[in-house]
């Protein structure tokens, strides 16, 4: 709304990704796309339930005079502990790839 900017850097990093993929015959277009909702609507879910599931912690840090709001609270949290839940995501997204790999393999 108004003069902000609705996307970023990031943003337009995450649309060269897709387009590059197509661009570059290593999906088709419609499995690019299926991808791509596929990632965006898992990921909407996993952060909505991590959101949900930090609430108490959220309150507990504004509670020990550790942030003054939820919202500093999410952002210090996210800031801390953001990296290395990252480097966790990626790495079970990655065992259970391969999982699922071998499930395909062994049909």
Do not use: C
């Not at 690019?32 to 596929?38: D, G, N, Q, S, V």
């Not at 991590?50 to 919202?71: H, I, N, P, Y």
């Amino acid at each position: 709304p108004g003069d902000s900017s609705a996307f970023g850097t990031s943003d337009a990093e995450a649309v060269a990704i897709v387009a590059s993929a197509i661009e570059n015959d290593i999906l088709a277009e419609d499995t690019t796309f299926r991808l791509t909702r596929a990632v965006g609507q898992t990921m909407a879910r996993l952060a909505d339930w991590q959101v949900s599931t930090l609430v108490d912690q959220l309150e507990r840090d504004v509670e020990e005079g550790k942030a003054q709001s939820r919202l500093q609270a999410a952002m210090a949290l996210a800031a801390t502990a953001g990296p290395a839940l990252e480097k966790l995501m990626v790495h079970a997204w990655r065992r259970h790839l391969a999982a699922a790999a071998s499930r395909l393999e062994a049909q």
